[in-house]
């Protein structure tokens, strides 16, 4: 079955330092996303990306944070200047439509995550 | 603004019972869909069951069935006989398509569930 796959699943950086996050969406999916979770918190929406650039960004996604499809494959997260406040849960997700039409899927598949601690 | 609300921060049952979590969510809009994702300790999120608003049927799948009720925008979960490997974190989630560009989920806070033996 295929699935959302992201790595690192740790990565440990120094406050101040640029960390990218990788993500291989599901290969047919068109849609592409980032949501984090900080400890013991709900998970929040980043960004989506559709078409080869951003359809949608929340509040927490300001100008530290980018996202870009280099390749036919991956799905980045970059942030430039990472804060202490940026350690949490980050979640690529994809799905195969967003349309909201009957029949279509339009859910979202998660990968496993990748935990950011910055010290 | 949407937002999803899951009451009980916390849940505890023994195996093979039968347990039900809620939530409740506010949108003014008409075409959404629902989601309960699972997060077990491993934290990866895992769909569990779907359910589109125009739909009256409630969605089942295998051991977990929603109670969906449309105008009191409830969303409950239901796992029946329950199992260990259901112990988790239930994050109940909410989404509305747009005509063009991509959906956000709406996520509750999450009820921790315990299966004891």
């Known amino acids: 079955e295929p699935e959302v796959t992201q790595t690192p699943s740790h990565q440990v950086t120094q406050m101040g330092q640029e960390v990218i996050l990788r993500c291989v969406p599901i290969?047919?999916?068109?849609?592409f996303y980032w949501y984090r979770q900080i400890l013991g918190q709900k998970v929040e929406f980043l960004v989506s990306f559709y078409n080869n650039e951003i359809s949608e960004k929340s509040e927490i996604f300001d100008d530290q944070f980018s996202v870009e499809r280099p390749d036919g494959s991956n799905f980045t997260l970059k942030i430039r200047s990472t804060k202490l406040e940026d350690s949490a849960m980050y979640f690529c997700?994809?799905?195969?439509?967003?349309?909201?039409?009957?029949?279509?899927?339009?859910?979202?598949?998660f990968g496993p995550g990748t935990r950011l601690t910055v010290l | 603004a949407q937002t999803v609300t899951q009451s009980q921060p916390e849940m505890s049952v023994q195996e093979a019972e039968t347990v039900t979590l809620s939530c409740t969510y506010d949108t003014s809009e008409s075409n959404y869909y629902l989601f309960w994702y699972k997060q077990p300790p491993s934290r990866q999120m895992i769909l569990v069951i779907r359910?589109?608003?125009?739909?009256?049927q409630n969605a089942t799948e295998n051991r977990f069935s929603v109670n969906f009720q449309k105008a009191a925008k409830s969303f409950s979960l239901k796992i029946s006989d329950s199992q260990l490997g259901d112990t988790a974190m239930y994050f109940c989630a909410f989404i509305t398509p747009f005509i063009q560009g991509a959906q956000k989920l709406v996520f509750g806070q999450g009820t921790r569930l315990t299966i004891n033996p």
């Open positions: 359910q589109e608003a125009y739909k009256q």
């Open positions: 290969s047919n999916h068109l849609y």
């Open positions: 997700a994809s799905s195969d439509s967003a349309l909201g039409l009957a029949g279509i899927t339009d859910t979202q598949y």
